[in-house]
């Protein structure tokens, strides 16, 4: 009962919280690019105290995003992570599928920061445009962001990477930082949400260059580190 009465407050509090956030995008994307980043850390940063303390739920990092240009690979068991990275990570462009795009609001901002937009049925088409919006991005100077299962899994669950990871590793040429997270755990799919520690563990870069089977390999390995432990 506790934990169903703190997950209704968290979605009542955080969602009405979040629609000055949401509407200010476009104001702050007119105004400069650290405008717009101020804008969606403050989001980010109103999700975490929401999180700690509607939730009970906080982040430990086991290691820190190294300075410099990569392609980051986490694991996706829950919400949670896509506004933790955003913070840890400073300003990645993450990989996000297209249903995410037709959510009132959100996915109107997460366009205006800068998302790449993915159809998870993996067509030639959206495979091109992925690579294409990707390669912008570390012209930019960017990192980016890919949850290569494609989608949220529940704890315990390794599904095989999806097929766009590996091309995206090959077309942008930047070493691969894998991140493994245990957020389900606490943020299941569907129920109550429960208090408890998320445990983000950033690998050791993996360096460009390496075969389809030897990189999804290394990093279905590194992602899913903390599962059963």
């Known amino acids: 009962m506790i934990a169903r009465a703190r997950t209704w407050a968290f979605l009542l509090i955080f969602y009405l919280g979040s629609v000055p956030y949401v ?37 430990r990092f086991e290691g ?6 990569y ?13 933790e990275l955003a913070l840890e990570l400073v300003d990645p462009v993450v990989v996000l599928k297209q249903e995410l795009m037709a959510i009132p609001l959100w996915g109107r901002a997460a366009r205006r920061y800068g998302a790449i937009v993915v159809d998870r049925e993996a067509s030639a088409k959206a495979l091109r445009a992925m690579m294409a919006n990707a390669k912008a991005a570390k012209a930019a100077g960017r990192s980016v962001l890919i949850f290569p299962e494609g989608t949220r899994v529940p704890a315990g669950a390794t599904p095989p990477l999806r097929s766009g990871f590996a091309g995206l590793y090959r077309a942008l040429d930047l070493p691969v930082v894998p991140i493994a997270i245990d957020s389900g755990r606490v943020w299941p799919k569907k129920g109550a949400k429960r208090a408890g520690i998320v445990t983000f563990r950033f ?26 432990a």
């Open 23 to 59: 509407l200010a995008t476009p104001l702050t994307m007119r105004l400069s690019r650290a405008a717009l980043l101020g804008n969606v850390h403050g989001w980010c940063r109103f999700h975490r105290w929401c999180c700690r303390w509607l939730l009970g739920i906080r982040s």
């Open 64 to 69: 820190r995003p190294p300075p410099g240009q």
């Open 71 to 83: 392609l980051f690979a986490a694991k996706h068991q829950a919400f949670y992570e896509t506004f």
């Open 203 to 228: 690998g050791a870069p993996i360096p460009p260059g390496l075969s389809r089977e030897a990189i999804e390999a290394r990093v279905h390995a590194a992602i899913n580190a903390l599962e059963g």
